[in-house]
Structure formats: C-alpha cells, structure tokens
C-alpha cells in the first residue's frame, strides 16, 4: 500500500485531463472481464475526476467510469513520463516499451501508463469493492480489536488477509508484527485488549515510517531477511517460517 499510496499521488496530476485514447494491448492485464474495446468505449472522451486508494487497489474516478489499477510486485504507475522518485525493490528502473500494460493519453498531451515487467498487476472497468475490508489505515483501534476476535487465523494471514484489512503485504506484516512483538503464528482472537492495541499503534507507526523512507521494502527487519540472520532487536536467530502460504521471518525471543 505504501507504494501504491505513491502511486495515488502520482495519478491526482492526471486530474482534470480529458481521455482521448485508451491503449491496452495487453488482454492477460485486462482482469474482472473487461476488455480493450470495453475500456476504450466507457472511458475515452472521459475527464480523471480525482485518485482513491484502498488497500493497494488504485481508483481513478473520472466523469464516467473508475478505472482500478493494481500493480503487483513490479507495477510502476507514470504521469507524463515520470513516477515517484523511489525506485521499487522488484524492478530494474530501466523500462521496456514492451512492458507498457496500459496508456491513457490526454487531450492536451501526456499520458497515463502502466509499466509492469512481470505483468502481476492488472487493470479493472468499474472494480467491485464488496470483498475488500476497510483500509489499513483507516482502521479504528476499536474497529481492529472487533475484527480480531474474529477469526482465529494466524495473525500473519490475518494481516494479509485483504478482506479482512486492505493494503498490508508481505513485507509489511512482518515488520509490523515484529515492532509490535507478536509472534506471526498466535490465532488472531488471542490477541487480549493491550495486545490489540499494541497492534494498532504500530500499524499506522510502521506504514508512515515506511512510507516516509520510500516503501515496503525499507523496515528494519528487511536486512534480517535471509537465512541464518538474527534480530536486529537482539540478536536471537531468527525463524523463517511459511505462515498462510507466505514466507515469515520473526524472532522466537521478543515475539510472543
Ligand atoms: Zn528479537
């Protein structure tokens, strides 16, 4: 979601620029049915009204459709051009033409595109939103706590879970979970009021902390991101578990 946030950014300069064409010569990048023709025919003509973010779902309103745009691991989103200035983990910051998934250009010039390598983001015509929770960051600490008594998923999966809180990936829970000292395999229900809390707290701290440094892939825990690293904390070996089909890396020390 932090780079996606960057992303949203990106796109507000499209805002109040009108389409007069819609490239999208990539049908595998076409998701939830729709298809070249579709978007060119709901979206040209169309002026971008404003940018939305949920989770890591992009929206760009405009005085018609909403287009949503994810991008994967490698998806970059440019403006006339440019992007933000970090440069992802995943990509290589030297850009293919071929790897252009999607364009929108405008009236007065410039253009809108999606770049993505590895071709794991996609493009949605009017995106339902009903099996997306609410965002990560617009959670209340009430809210949160509710939604942990819940379930009794690993809290890894939990905070993966989009359903359930939109916008945390892999990189994120565990640098979250790790700050907060909670140990990724614990059943999310488990967690007492104090716990829940701590959650929160370090939620919000860890994502406008990340964000401020330039994305996900910049926590602490990052470093300790191979085998036989120990914590950065204190020093124990770390575990390097699969959690809800992902790999975890967590202290066993000050992770409980
Ligand atoms: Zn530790």
């Known amino acids: 979601m932090i780079e996606v946030e960057a992303y949203r950014r990106v796109a507000d300069r499209a805002v109040g620029r009108t389409i007069t064409e819609v490239v999208a010569p990539d049908d595998w990048y076409l998701k939830g049915g729709t298809t070249a023709l579709a978007l060119r025919g709901a979206a040209t003509g169309r002026t971008v009204a404003g940018s939305r973010r949920i989770g890591k ?15 994967g691991m490698t998806g970059r989103l440019l403006v006339d051009g440019t992007g933000p200035i970090e440069k992802l983990e995943y990509s290589s910051g030297r850009d293919d033409p071929s790897w252009v998934r999607f364009t929108l250009r405008f009236v007065c010039g410039g253009d809108l595109q999606v770049v ?68 990724p395999v614990r059943s999310a229900r488990s967690l007492d009021p104090d716990e829940a809390k ?21 926590g ?6 191979v085998r036989g690293a120990t914590c950065p904390k204190d020093g124990t070996p770390l575990l390097r578990r699969a959690i809800g089909g992902r790999t975890t890396y967590s202290c066993p020390l000050h992770q409980r």
Do not use: C, M
Request: glycine share 12%.
């Open 198 to 218: 701590a959650l929160h707290r370090h939620l919000r701290r860890t994502i406008r902390l990340l964000t401020t440094r330039g994305g996900s892939h910049t």
């Open 57 to 71: 779902l992009l929206l760009l309103d405009t005085d018609g459709p909403t287009l949503g745009l994810r991008f």
């Open 116 to 183: 993505d390598p590895r071709r794991l983001g996609g493009v949605l015509l009017d995106p339902g939103l009903g099996h997306l929770g609410p965002d990560a960051l617009a959670l209340r600490p009430a809210q949160l706590r509710d939604a942990l008594l819940a379930s009794r998923a690993p809290l890894k999966a939990w905070l993966l879970d989009q359903g359930r809180v939109a916008g945390i990936g892999n990189l994120l829970a565990d640098e979250i979970l790790w700050r907060a000292g909670l140990d």
């Open 220 to 225: 602490d825990l990052q470093v300790a991101r």
